[in-house]
């Protein structure tokens, strides 16, 4: 189990299948609300986390596949909802305790600013790979 929270410390969440692979997301969006590239591991669903004082969490849904989570108190972001699959990921230095993750994929790389580089050795994704996975894998209608 693993406990994160946001920077005032009214809102945490216990995570109980914590994986270390962290993601980076460089579309505007997340840099727009993060100040940069948003940084999470993959908790899974609403099953594998308990979120205590629920009642700080704003949400706002900013695509018609997902919502973003922050405390109302202080403002940090809390988590990325994916609504189709109730998939959550959360940003990896909400965590105490985070010395195993290590970045593995960077998704909207097409989008990434010239500003800034990670060193590591990661997978990368452009915004036109990552559209038509979730197009295929959440919006695919089937023929009956």
């Not at 995570?15 to 591991?41: I, N, Y």
């Not at 979120?51 to 922050?70: D, M, P, T, V």
Request: negative net charge; proline residues 3%; charged residues 25%.
């Amino acid at each position: 189990m693993k406990t994160a929270s946001c920077l005032c410390g009214k809102v945490s969440i216990e995570v109980t299948d914590f994986q270390s692979e962290v993601g980076a997301c460089h579309c505007s969006m997340c840099r727009k609300w993060g100040s940069g590239p948003l940084l999470t591991v993959e908790v899974g669903t609403i099953a594998n986390i308990r979120i205590h004082s629920e009642h700080l969490i704003s949400r706002y849904q900013s695509s018609e596949w997902a919502e973003r989570g922050f405390c109302s108190n202080c403002g940090a972001n809390l988590f990325y909802h994916l609504l189709p699959t109730d998939a959550y990921s959360i940003p990896i230095d909400l965590f105490d305790d985070s010395e195993e993750a290590l970045l593995t994929t960077e998704v909207y790389y097409d989008q990434k600013p010239a500003y800034y580089d990670f060193a590591n050795e990661t997978k990368k994704l452009s915004e036109a790979e990552i559209m038509q996975m979730v197009q295929e894998k959440y919006f695919h209608e089937t023929d009956e």
